[in-house]
């Protein structure tokens, strides 16, 4: 797994966002290598020197916030990876029966420093927002956004949200060019607004959500429609399938998505859990309705030797690099470089079950 906090020992009296070089650079957010262990590196830039517990060549042209007073810094844009997302908040106002995340209620407000941290993105990146709910803080959100977005024509932003929060006064500021360049990523469950709710944990969640893809859609918003593939909802699949290509057919992906063994879908492991080798008929009929309408559906976080061939195209090799994990038995196997493998903490008895391809 690769570490996205760092020990960091810097004097600075704040928090501070800097991008790390190799060699001297004359950015005034830079900082640059003075010296480098295979266990140590020391940065110096215009906050002072930073101490961090890792050789320098793995942190040349990272984007990291400084917090002297924890002792740490957040690797928060990686050199080289398609894989950066910020944390805006860790607050939410949904509990989803396997959230990887769990919310928590205290909210630090670092818009400020995610800002800076964005404008020093590598050319041409996709950074990725999630949360908690980063759209209870819709203003500050999307004040970011538009900042990032004017100064740097060549970034893009996909945004996790709950979609519970966009309203009709929101229509015409997300009509604005800008939002071309945005998309928003946000789950539906179920075609029955019971059993949405009952995995959201929030009565009424349905149809707030069904009010925000009104809106969206009258923004001409781009949307990115998600579902976890969970075993209580297994069955309805291809009720949603229907729900989704007549009512949300402006969306332009629809991505299917294996359950992560973190945060409460762990404890709920054995109740959640789809075992897509023997249950992937419902699935599989999803899929069809999808495609039949011209709907692009997509599987996330799957290993391919779970989803049977005639499906494999749908699959994306989507699980982050920093989390990815592939068994022993993967290194003979001929797709392994399409393959999403599996998340570092999958149990590791299906690690051991795997038929390489
Ligand atoms: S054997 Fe490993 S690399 Fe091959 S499809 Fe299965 S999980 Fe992926």
């Not at 998309?183 to 959201?200: E, F, K, S, T």
């Not at 918003?221 to 909802?233: I, K, Q």
Request: proline letters at 5%.
């Amino acid at each position: 797994m690769i570490p996205l906090a760092l020990t960091a020992q810097c004097d600075a009296p704040a928090p501070f966002v800097t991008r790390l070089r190799r060699a001297r650079s004359d950015h005034p957010h830079d900082s640059w290598c003075v010296a480098t262990t295979t266990a140590q590196s020391v940065w110096c830039g215009l906050r002072g020197l930073i101490q961090l517990d890792c050789p320098a060549a793995s942190l040349d042209g990272d984007v990291v916030l400084v917090d002297p007073g924890a002792d740490r810094a957040e690797r928060m844009l990686r050199a080289g990876s398609r894989h950066n997302s910020l944390l805006v908040t860790e607050r939410c106002d949904q509990l989803c029966t396997m959230c990887s995340q769990p919310p928590k209620k205290t909210h630090t407000d670092r818009f400020a420093l995610l800002t800076e941290a964005c404008l020093l993105a590598e050319r041409d990146a996709v950074i990725g927002i999630t949360g908690g709910e980063p759209t209870l803080f819709k203003h500050a959100l999307l004040g970011m956004i538009e900042t990032v977005l004017s100064e740097r024509p060549d970034l893009r932003f996909h945004v996790l949200s709950n979609g519970q929060h966009f309203e009709r006064g929101d229509i015409e500021r997300l009509r604005a060019p800008h939002y071309r360049r945005v998309v928003w990523g946000i789950p539906l469950y179920a075609d029955d607004a019971d059993l949405h709710d009952r995995i959201v944990g929030k009565a009424g969640a349905f149809e707030r959500l069904h009010d925000s893809f009104d809106h969206l859609l009258l923004a001409g918003a781009r949307v990115e429609l998600r579902t976890v593939l969970l075993a209580n909802a297994l069955d309805r699949l291809p009720y949603l399938a229907r729900h989704v290509v007549v009512l949300l057919s402006h969306v332009e992906q629809w991505s299917l998505m294996g359950l992560e063994n973190i945060g409460f879908a762990r404890s709920r492991w054995a109740k959640l859990y789809v075992d897509l080798r023997t249950q992937f008929g419902p699935l599989g009929e999803a899929l069809d309705i999808a495609t039949l309408h011209g709907l692009p559906a997509r599987l996330f976080n799957l290993p391919l030797c779970h989803v049977p061939s005639a499906f494999r195209h749908h699959a994306v090799a989507s699980i982050s690099d920093w989390k990815q994990r592939f068994a022993a038995g993967c290194a003979s196997c001929r797709a392994r470089s399409d393959c999403s493998g599996f998340f570092e903490w999958h149990p590791a008895h299906l690690l051991d079950e795997v038929e390489p391809l």
